[in-house]
């Protein structure tokens, strides 16, 4: 079996992989290139596994004359930059300890070392420059087959490291099979494991919660994790009601995972998910459209296009309603829409909280009126 793409056939690649073998080393794409190319996905990052220490790596690149970034030296992975392209080099590794959330590693020279210590079948394929998959577990099959397995014992696993509870349903709801269901052992190793994930820190949480929400069809995996008590972990206080309703209105739009975010609900996500400012102004502004009744063009207006969109889809969603006739154009409307008044328009009769007061009055009758309203006619009423 082999995989091909121009991810690998970079001259840049070829020539990092070229280097770190002339020197005696192995050079093997791992986990999710190899995995994503095997299941014809678009691969994002392209990641080495070596028996090379990062000392060795990052002398073998400066030698070749390539940018290192020593990234995560500690954990043995240093970046190499050729030709533009950033590739993480990590060297092979077995865990000396696990506590549940953070392993003490080791450097090793074997592939099965390494290979045991990933998460899922699917994420533990490797394969060499020409593209050969090198399957030292037997995971080629099951990414194949679009099966989301756990590496050995799934309770065992999941102990080392709680938060591959939520990879599970991660990868389930990216490359799994919508067919075929969870994989029952792994399933019930979550649910048993669950609370495990009050351990994990809320940053690798929200990194996880983000990625499974951006997935095509994320309703699936989220149904499962509700059946399991893992959402109630994760995001406690969410309703997984809405879910599948606003996958079906969003009609194949590109996923936004705030979008789902805003639909499933949940009490401190800003803490729970770690937030950024942004994302969190934009979260509370679509909850706010969701339960009010605001019109799709007065929606475009204070949001914007994208998130009035979300707004509108999210809104439909919760409230078991059809959407609107004609709105998407009436979002794209509002958006472009200019409120005709100004500040200056009404100074200096009115100053401070005053003018504050009669700009947001102002406003309002516009909203209400279509956005139809004009100048005039405002400073007239
Ligand atoms: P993507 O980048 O699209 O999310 P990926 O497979 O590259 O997919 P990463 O989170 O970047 O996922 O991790 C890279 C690889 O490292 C995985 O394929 C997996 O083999 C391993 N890995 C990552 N996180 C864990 C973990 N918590 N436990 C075990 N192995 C892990
Ligand atoms: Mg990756």
């Known amino acids: 079996m082999k995989v091909t793409g121009d991810w690998l056939s970079h001259p840049g690649t070829q020539k ?3 280097a770190l073998t002339d020197a005696g080393f192995r050079a093997l794409f791992v986990g999710g290139c190899v995995r994503n190319a095997l299941l014809d996905e678009p691969v994002g990052d392209v990641d080495l596994a070596t028996d090379a220490t990062p000392e060795n790596v990052t002398n073998i690149a400066e030698t070749a004359g390539f940018k290192v970034i020593p990234t995560g030296i500690d954990h043995g992975t240093v970046t190499v930059v050729v030709e533009g392209i950033p590739h993480e080099v990590t060297t092979f590794r077995r865990d000396v300890e696990t506590d549940g959330r953070r392993a003490v590693v080791a450097f090793s020279t074997r592939i099965e070392e390494d ?31 679009r099966r989301v397995r756990f590496v050995g014992d799934a309770e065992t696993r999941i102990r080392e490291d709680y938060l591959r509870i939520l990879r599970f349903f991660r990868f389930h709801a990216c490359y799994g099979d919508p067919e075929g269901g969870l994989d029952p052992e792994g399933l019930a190793a979550c649910a048993a494991l669950s609370a495990g994930l009050e351990t994990i820190s809320h940053e690798r949480i929200g990194a996880e919660i983000r990625k499974l929400l951006a997935a ?37 739009r590109p996923p936004h995972w705030l979008r789902r975010l805003a639909v499933l609900g949940g009490e401190g996500l800003d803490d729970a998910l770690r937030l950024s400012r942004s994302e969190s102004r934009d979260l509370t502004a679509l909850r706010q459209a969701i339960g009010g009744t605001d019109t799709p063009a007065a929606l475009g207006w204070t949001l914007g296009k994208d998130r009035g969109t979300d707004a509108i889809l999210a809104r439909a969603a919760i409230m078991e309603q059809p959407l609107p006739e004609g709105w998407e154009t009436e979002v794209t409307r509002g958006a472009k829409a200019q409120f005709p008044i100004t500040a200056a328009d009404l100074m200096p009769a009115l100053e401070g909280e005053a003018l504050g007061a009669k700009m947001k009055a102002l406003q309002t009758k516009w909203l209400q009126s279509g956005l139809i309203l004009s100048r005039d006619e405002l400073l007239k009423s």
Do not use: F, S, W
């Open 115 to 145: 290979a045991h210590r990933r998460d899922l079948t699917m994420n533990a394929l490797y394969a060499d420059a020409e593209g050969t998959v090198i399957d030292p577990l037997g995971g080629l099959a099951d990414t194949l087959a």
């Open 216 to 252: 095509p069809d994320p309703a699936p995996a989220v149904a499962a994790m509700t059946q399991a008590g893992v959402l109630a972990k994760a995001l406690p206080g969410a309703d997984p009601k809405a879910l599948a309703p606003l996958v079906h209105l969003e009609n194949a």
């Open 16 to 18: 990092l992989c070229a």
